[in-house]
């Protein structure tokens, strides 16, 4: 991987000794399934990253990443230095498909940083969206139904958990922008963003999950859009603007390992981001499938102790054993996975979308 394997840090400042016994009691798979989604260590999880979101970490100049990429990178390990003890236990009996939902879950779709628990929130917001989806209907029949551009939505039953929006020419995404709505302001929000991608001609498909769980609310992925070939420039205008007319519309985080978009002055759009399509899976079962070969081999190299965030050589070594091990499933499976690009994991080598939003100064 090009640089010798760091020494283990001795900073286990870290390393409570609650993360480590949890493990040790466990027996079944359904015991350790259990202990992973307990409401106590899903609590303890989501302070601890919280607190360690407001640390400042400066990525080095010879670091050749993105910078956001660099600072999920840091949330992983952090993600990973936490889960440690319950990892190895999954590991070592072999529960990967757990490994892997928990990844997904907890590293790459749930917010830390906007969690939501209380359980009268969550009835809340989820009484409102029941309300404010039967307006959605209503302003997508009122607007686009008799319109040259025309948009067609299913879903709406109760049975479903997403809400699937498409303009009637979408044949298939180049893109994907991934919103964290404020749940309580989707409906609204999402009105307005049609209606901007409708006068832009930009066909697309949107897959909402539903606000109606405390599992969909958490998502920072609740919003997904899918963008045809088009000019990427168009889209991103539609969003700025949006952003700009409504700054409270959306949560501070993206989904891990997803670029965000920014603003006209560079600064990164909080709650907005973009990845290319990824093979036949979609970037986040991507990044997860790949981010869990790395739990394994860093499970393996350091079988005790904490990694440490703050040495760069330990950063650099694991951003490497990522995209190592994104190549090697890649060749192994290539119609499944996609390897990373080497500046930012949401996107794939030769990428002409990372390549056109770099460029015109979308992403940074």
């Known amino acids: 991987m ?15 000794s609650s993360k480590i016994t949890i493990a040790e009691r466990l027996n079944t798979p359904e015991e350790i399934q259990c202990s992973i989604y307990d409401e106590e260590h899903i609590k303890a999880e989501t302070q601890y990253l919280k607190e360690k979101s407001r640390e400042v970490h400066k990525m080095p100049e010879n670091f050749d990443w993105s910078e956001s990429a660099y600072q999920d990178l840091i949330a992983f390990v952090h993600f990973y230095n936490f889960n440690k003890a319950i990892f190895q236990e999954l590991i070592r009996k072999n ?3 757990d490994l892997y939902g ?8 749930d917010s830390c940083e906007d969690y939501i628990d209380e359980y009268d929130k969550i009835k809340e917001i989820s009484n409102q969206f029941k309300q404010d989806i039967n307006d959605l209907g209503l302003f997508i029949q009122k607007n686009f139904k008799e319109t040259g551009f025309g948009i067609s939505a299913t879903g709406f039953g109760n049975d479903s958990n997403n809400l699937l929006i498409n303009s009637n020419e979408f044949y298939g995404g180049g893109c994907r922008f991934y919103l964290n709505f404020n749940s309580p302001k989707m409906m609204e929000s999402l009105c307005e963003i049609l209606s901007g991608l409708s006068e832009k001609k930009v066909q697309f498909l949107i897959k909402l999950f539903k606000q109606t769980s405390g599992a969909n609310i958490n998502r920072r992925d609740k919003c997904v859009v899918h963008i045809g070939n088009v000019d990427l420039q168009k889209v991103v205008n539609v969003f700025r603007k949006f952003v700009n007319s409504h700054p409270e519309a959306l949560n501070i985080s993206h989904p891990g390992f997803i670029e965000p978009i920014v603003d006209e002055q560079g600064n990164n759009i909080l709650g907005i981001s973009v990845a290319d399509p990824q093979g036949n899976a979609s970037p986040g079962v991507n990044i ?4 869990v ?5 860093l499970s393996d190299e350091y079988p005790s102790g904490v990694l440490d965030v703050n040495s760069n050589e330990m950063l650099e070594y694991i951003k490497n054993m990522l995209i190592d091990e994104s190549q090697k499933m890649h060749r192994e499976q290539p119609e499944r996975f996609s390897e990373f690009h080497n500046f930012h994991p949401a996107f794939v080598p030769g990428s002409k979308n990372y390549q056109m939003l770099f460029e015109n100064g979308l992403i940074k």
């Not at 090009?2 to 409570?16: M, T, W």
């Not at 928990?102 to 779709?109: A, G």
């Open 2 to 16: 090009g640089i010798e394997q760091p020494k283990q840090s001795e900073l286990a400042e870290e390393a409570e």
């Open 102 to 109: 928990y990844t997904y879950k907890r590293f790459y779709s």
């Open 95 to 97: 529960l990967l498909d």
């Open 293 to 297: 070969s790395v739990v394994k081999r």
């Open 288 to 291: 997860s499938n790949i981010l």
